[in-house]
């Protein structure tokens, strides 16, 4: 069965620096996604992108995160200086359709700042 | 604001006891809803979904759900407790655009 894949696994970083999480959506889904969960917190939406740009962003999104596609798999969310409070597991998924229909998620990364 | 709740935050069963986890969602139009499960360092698996079709649905692993309106409920049941179903479990609804709204879990432990 197609799979989200998410890479690395675990991300180790100092605070201020930028991260990248990568992200390999199922191939002939068209909405992708990012949610993350702090420890001991529910799953939170972050972001939709649908036919390359951003189509909804929660208010956790704001200026130090954004998301790519910068080829025909990737997806990318980039935080541009992590802060302590940035630290949760990061999810990507993916949808074939939008509204109604289940998104299909990686087994997430681990973003652990210093 | 649409949402959901889970009743139970954990819930503990025998082997090949029945397992029932709770979920209530905010009334609105009719919702889509999804039930989640995550083992252990593993990602959210889909157990089943509701989008208007029948109101009981089964979903992977034996569990099903029933879709009542009258009580605003999705209920996860199983018949029979399994070692392997031990994990966290989530009730997830489809919002008004294409964003879930995640509950906030059932810790589900299943006793020898």
């Known amino acids: 069965e197609p799979e989200v894949t998410q890479t690395p696994s675990h991300q180790v970083t100092q605070m201020g620096q930028e991260v990248i999480l990568r992200c390999v959506p199922i191939?002939?889904?068209?909405?992708f996604y990012w949610y993350r969960q702090i420890l001991g917190q529910k799953v939170e939406f972050l972001v939709s992108?649908?036919?390359?740009?951003?189509?909804?962003k929660s208010e956790i999104f704001d200026d130090q995160f954004s998301v790519e596609r910068p080829d025909g798999s990737n997806f990318t969310l980039k935080i541009r200086s992590t802060k302590l409070e940035d630290s949760a597991m990061y999810f990507c998924?993916?949808?074939?359709?939008?509204?109604?229909?289940?998104?299909?998620f990686g087994d997430g990364t681990r973003l652990s700042i210093l | 604001a649409q949402s959901v709740t889970q009743l139970d935050s954990h819930v503990s069963v025998s082997e090949g006891t029945p397992v029932l986890l709770r979920c209530n969602y905010s009334s609105s139009y009719s919702p889509s809803l999804f039930w989640y499960v995550q083992h252990p360092n593993k990602g959210l698996q889909l157990l089943l979904k509701?989008?208007?079709?029948?109101?009981l649905v089964k979903g992977i692993n034996g569990f099903e759900a029933e879709f009542k309106k009258s009580e605003t409920s999705f209920h996860l049941t199983k018949p029979s407790a399994h070692m392997s179903d031990a994990a966290e479990y989530f009730c997830?609804?489809?919002?008004?655009?294409?964003?879930?709204?995640f509950g906030t879990g059932t810790l589900l432990a299943v006793q020898p």
């Open positions: 509701y989008t208007s079709a029948a109101t």
């Open positions: 191939s002939n889904h068209l909405y």
């Open positions: 997830v609804r489809g919002g008004a655009t294409n964003k879930l709204i």
């Open positions: 992108f649908y036919n390359n740009e951003i189509s909804e």
């Open positions: 998924a993916s949808s074939d359709q939008g509204m109604r229909q289940p998104q299909h």
